[in-house]
């Protein structure tokens, strides 16, 4: 069966450009999760959805970064104005239900960078 | 409070050796603590999880040692292989409600032949 898939696998704009990443997560998941991982560094968390509603936003750095999933399946990420310090890999995760102790399946993320 | 520990940074370990990474954390309400693995270009997959009711949890040539008192993990990965090159990530949260996954910086091992 299909994994998550994240597009693009890579994505490079010059600062102050706005930037979308696509992530697709496994069918009937319903949490989906967001991370950035910067080079020599564990996963950060950024954002967790259960549905279409965010029900964790409290790791995304600054109001540039915003996250939606209008139908409660594919989710979008979007920074405005990207700064150098955006660059890293965004990973998406999705799993079957909202638990810590559900495995989350992850992306193989979308490496960006900001020039 | 939330930050999970993990030693070494890198590892070298000779095919059919043990290798050994080490994990720490602070918040004692974490009860639910995955390793990941994770290749060059690809995302991180669920290696093996222990819950702090067991102090050991073992699959294949993979051994989890959980020690609550001292808020410290371990994975051992016996007779190492090259196929285990990769980056390994400790991890905690909290399995009773949703939480937020805090992973560990990561060890970067290389099994040489």
């Known amino acids: 069966g299909a994994g998550v898939s994240q597009t693009p696998s890579n994505k490079v704009t010059e600062k102050g450009k706005y930037v979308e990443l696509r992530c697709d997560p496994i069918?009937?998941?319903?949490?989906l999760y967001w991370y950035r991982q910067s080079l020599g560094q564990g996963p950060e968390f950024l954002i967790y959805f259960q549905g279409t509603g965010a029900a964790d936003d409290s790791g995304l750095p600054n109001d540039r970064f915003f996250a939606v999933r209008p139908e409660g399946s594919v989710s979008t990420l979007k920074i405005q104005r990207t700064e150098r310090g955006d660059s890293a890999v965004y990973l998406c995760?999705?799993?079957?239900?909202?638990?810590?102790?559900?495995?989350?399946?992850f992306g193989p993320g979308t490496r960006l960078t900001v020039l | 409070q939330q930050q999970v520990k993990q030693s070494p940074q890198s590892l070298i370990v000779q095919k059919g050796g043990i290798s050994i990474i080490n994990c720490a954390y602070e918040n004692t309400a974490f009860d639910y603590f995955p390793w990941y693995q994770q290749f060059p270009g690809k995302g991180p997959a669920l290696l093996i999880a222990i819950r702090p009711d067991v102090s050991e949890k073992k699959e294949g040539r993979f051994t989890i040692s959980f020690n609550k008192s001292a808020k410290q993990f371990s994975l051992h990965i016996m007779d190492s292989q090259p196929g285990d090159s990769a980056t390994y990530f400790c991890?905690?949260?909290?399995?009773?409600?949703?939480?937020?996954?805090?992973f560990g910086p990561g060890t970067s091992l290389s099994v040489i032949p």
């Open positions: 069918s009937g998941h319903t949490a």
């Open positions: 991890a905690a949260s909290r399995q009773t409600s949703y939480d937020k996954v805090i």
């Open positions: 995760a999705s799993s079957p239900l909202a638990m810590a102790g559900n495995e989350q399946f």
